[in-house]
């Protein structure tokens, strides 16, 4: 069964384009992970400063095993000799860093595991 991982990322909105630009920069790495299914960065249209960070997983042992990877470290690396990151396992409050200081505020992890599932009808 597969698992969906959705971060939350509270931006300010002078910071919104530097988050887009940082996940833009780091696009391929997180495709090539055993397991990883889907990805999605959920620009907020109103009503609130905060991003979703979509991806599915085959499994919750495939997302472990990203999450403990040398490219995962990488991709959330140390800023300003603070730990930064998304909210994969690190604390709340900590921003989206990739070595250039927070672009976020705030972060949380939510988990759901994939209970019903479609896609668009083939037609011929």
Same mark, same amino acid.
């Given at each position: 069964?597969?698992?969906?991982?959705?971060?939350?990322?509270?931006?300010?909105?002078?910071?919104?384009?530097?988050?887009?630009?940082?996940?833009?920069?780091?696009?391929?790495?997180?495709?090539?992970?055993?397991?990883?299914?889907?990805?999605?960065?959920?620009? =907020?249209?109103?009503?609130?400063?905060?991003?979703?960070?979509?991806?599915?997983?085959?499994?919750?042992?495939?997302?472990?095993?990203?999450?403990?990877?040398?490219?995962?470290?990488?991709?959330?690396?140390?800023?300003?000799?603070?730990?930064?990151?998304?909210?994969?396992?690190?604390?709340?409050?900590?921003?989206?860093?990739?070595?250039?200081? =927070?672009?976020?505020?705030?972060?949380?992890?939510?988990?759901?595991?994939?209970?019903?599932?479609?896609? =668009?009808?083939?037609?011929?």
């Amino acid at each position: 069964m597969s698992v969906v991982k959705i971060n939350v990322l509270t931006v300010p909105a002078e910071m919104r384009e530097e988050l887009e630009r940082r996940f833009s920069g780091r696009a391929g790495i997180v495709e090539s992970a055993d397991g990883f299914e889907w990805f999605e960065l959920l620009r =907020p249209v109103e009503g609130t400063d905060q991003y979703m960070v979509y991806t599915r997983w085959r499994s919750e042992e495939d997302f472990k095993r990203w999450t403990d990877s040398q490219a995962f470290q990488k991709g959330h690396a140390q800023a300003g000799g603070q730990e930064q990151g998304h909210g994969h396992g690190q604390a709340a409050g900590q921003g989206h860093g990739h070595g250039q200081g =927070p672009a976020a505020t705030g972060a949380q992890l939510w988990s759901f595991e994939v209970v019903q599932s479609t896609g =668009p009808a083939s037609g011929s």
